[in-house]
């Protein structure tokens, strides 16, 4: 009797296996009713990696200024790329490139007009004018493969016929890099599945949550990073010292070649071309950060003088040797070992991909054959011309293995074109001035000069001119780089210094062809200065991105003044077509009409402006004098 109530006991307690199935999907069901929720109520960031950002642009697709404070969790106000926009819907005739890296694909310290990507973009605009030309710059700084590689299946989305890549001086210091402020762990597993949970709004309010709780116990500002005479490079230090050949030194070169390889598999998979670069450092002309007194290696600073004996010595093959080992033996990580330009190349072997060996071909053209301060500005960022060297050198190489636009190529000599590169460069003193200044506030501080001490370089600057004080008022955040420039521009167009004034402006067209308010600024100015033939050039580049009235006036005006009276009347009507509200318009129609002996209709122009502008003296003069000959 006992047996059969167990036993009974027992079939009561299995239930249907639907049963247990609910049971376990109730907290899945909780977590989606949970994340539904945070996106209903708009908490946490976006992190989709293209969104259009602006009515003013529409149809055109920009980085999510969102998207950094995904990598950069602990600091207020992180870096982010340029905002290099692209078409939504890829045009039949376009030629996209995207180029991935760090602060050197950005272009630090001269972004926007002078880095890698737009000497690229112009050289390919010269060579392919009947393309849609569109390189966009992922380059961010302080971030390293972890980011890439987690940017790099949005930008596959974007279906890029070219790939470049141009990283791995920041694989240790860079977010969430072994040796970074920002790191984690060692567990590459564990780091790409926390970025890619970042996504999740649920996880977000959980990662909130403990930076919050954190907070109650570490000093707030420090978690920030907000120290105001701090550089984002000093902030990014976690793990200061990393000797060659150490456990952490060992985790930062596997962190690169895995995650790289994880990337190439990727866009391999994908079938988009890519093409790999080299890094490149000033090994010549700067000592070694840190040298580790170390019983198994020699010391850095002692490799750098004997590379300094034997450059003297000029053997420069044998300097160049010690040179190398100096820079592998610092142990401040601010500049990549050789073993990544190793790996960079071995990859390219493993994937089939092409590499521009950049390190060898800064070394060929510079002085005793090893690369220095003749084309870098401090440990690793190249100069203007280094700039221009790896934008000429990716180029060479998609035209080498014909990676190019299928358009016509146009036939250019390129010693002309590289000619044509330096000459028309969209670079400006105040461009160099907020450059120069930048790399004071970099080379002044730690690890350039002993932790803590004041930065002299800052200190002791003192502006000489108006140059001066917008490129302080820039890199202090007082005004913007777009402002400086126009303010520089009324300076000279004030002191008739018309070319000045007009390079000032030229420069914000360059940064940002869509943005119509630079143009109609510079216009308005040749047009004052009487500077005609000059502002043809932009009315035609502007009318071709945003026809109206005031495209079709002022060239028809212009025609008009050159004597081209049909032209010129075709273009006034066109202008008229947009809006009938110009008295000016009209009077320059009348003009242009009278000229072809069309009085009657140049009678009633006159007559449309003077309704407009009774107070139009040269109208009305005009029409004194016309009436009685049209209207017997």
Not at 34 to 61: A, H, Q
Not at 472 to 501: F, G, N, P, Q
Not at 516 to 544: C, G, H
Not at 607 to 614: F, Q, S, V
């Amino acid at each position: 009797m006992k047996e059969k109530s167990i036993k009974k006991t027992e079939e009561k307690k299995k239930y249907p296996v639907w049963f247990y199935l609910i049971l376990l999907s109730i907290p899945f069901f909780f977590f989606i009713f949970v994340e539904i929720g945070l996106r209903g109520f708009n908490y946490g960031k976006n992190y989709n990696v293209f969104i259009e950002l602006s009515d003013n642009y529409p149809g055109v697709l920009f980085f999510n200024p969102e998207v950094p404070y995904k990598y950069f969790t602990n600091i207020s106000t992180p870096p982010s790329v340029i905002p290099d926009g692209f078409t939504k819907e890829k045009k039949e005739n376009c030629f996209r490139v995207f180029v991935m890296g760090e602060s050197s694909t950005a272009g630090w310290p001269y972004v926007p007009n002078a880095n890698l990507s737009r000497h690229l973009l112009r050289r390919l605009k010269l060579f392919f004018p009947e393309s849609d030309i569109e390189v966009i710059n992922m380059g961010m700084s302080a971030v390293n493969t972890y980011t890439i590689r987690d940017l790099i299946p949005a930008v596959i989305e974007q279906q890029p016929d070219l790939i470049l890549f141009y990283n791995g001086h920041n694989e240790y210091y860079g977010s969430l890099g072994v040796g970074s402020s920002q790191s984690l762990t060692s567990s590459r597993t564990l780091i790409n599945l926390y970025i890619t949970l970042q996504d999740y709004r649920i996880f977000q309010l959980l990662r909130e949550f403990i930076n919050w709780t954190s907070s109650l116990f570490i000093n707030s500002e420090k978690i920030k990073g907000s120290g105001q005479n701090e550089t984002l490079m000093e902030r990014m230090v976690g793990e200061s010292l990393i000797p060659i050949n150490s456990p952490i030194y060992n985790l930062g070169i596997e962190q690169f070649e895995e995650n790289m390889r994880d990337i190439l598999r990727m866009t391999k998979n994908a079938g988009i071309p890519v093409i790999l670069g080299t890094l490149i450092s000033n090994i010549k002309d700067l000592e070694p950060f840190v040298s580790v007194h170390d019983s198994d290696n020699t010391e850095a600073i002692n490799s750098f003088n004997k590379g300094k004996e034997e450059l003297n010595s000029s053997n420069f093959d044998t300097a160049k040797k010690f040179f190398y080992e100096a820079k592998d033996l610092d142990a401040i990580r601010f500049r990549a070992p050789s073993r990544i330009n190793e790996i960079i190349i071995n990859l390219s072997w493993e994937f089939g991909c092409s590499v521009v060996d950049f390190d060898s071909i800064f070394n060929t053209i510079s002085p005793q054959g090893i690369t220095g301060y003749n084309l870098t500005v401090d440990h690793l960022h190249p100069n203007v011309e280094g700039y221009q060297i790896l934008g000429k050198f990716f180029f060479e190489k998609m035209r080498e293995l014909n990676m190019l636009p299928k358009s016509k190529q146009k036939q250019i000599e390129s010693y002309t074109a590289d000619s044509l590169m330096k000459s028309e460069l969209p670079f400006t003193e105040l461009d160099s001035a907020i450059a120069q200044l930048r790399i004071n506030i970099l080379i002044g501080s730690y690890p350039f000069v002993p932790k803590g001490k004041e930065n002299e370089l800052v200190k002791n600057f003192q502006p000489k001119n108006l140059i001066d004080t917008l490129a302080i008022e820039v890199v202090d955040r007082w005004t913007t780089w777009e402002k400086a420039h126009y303010s520089l521009a009324d300076y000279y167009y004030a002191k008739k210094e018309y070319e000045k004034a007009k390079r000032e402006i030229a420069v914000l067209i360059e940064d940002r062809p869509m943005n119509t308010a630079p143009y109609f600024k510079l216009i308005n100015m040749l047009v004052a200065a009487k500077l005609y033939d000059e502002a043809a050039k932009y009315l035609n580049k502007l009318n071709s991105i945003n026809p109206g009235a005031f495209t079709y006036k002022w060239l028809g005006s212009i025609e008009l003044e050159r004597k081209n009276y049909q032209q010129a009347a075709n273009l006034l009507k066109k202008s008229l077509d947009y809006s009938q509200n110009d008295a000016q318009v009209w009077y320059n129609l009348s003009g242009a009409l009278t000229y072809l002996n069309q009085l009657e209709s140049a009678l009633n122009a006159l007559e449309r402006c003077l309704a407009l502008d009774p107070n139009h003296q040269l109208a009305r003069s005009f029409y004194n004098q016309l009436r009685p000959m049209v209207r017997k």
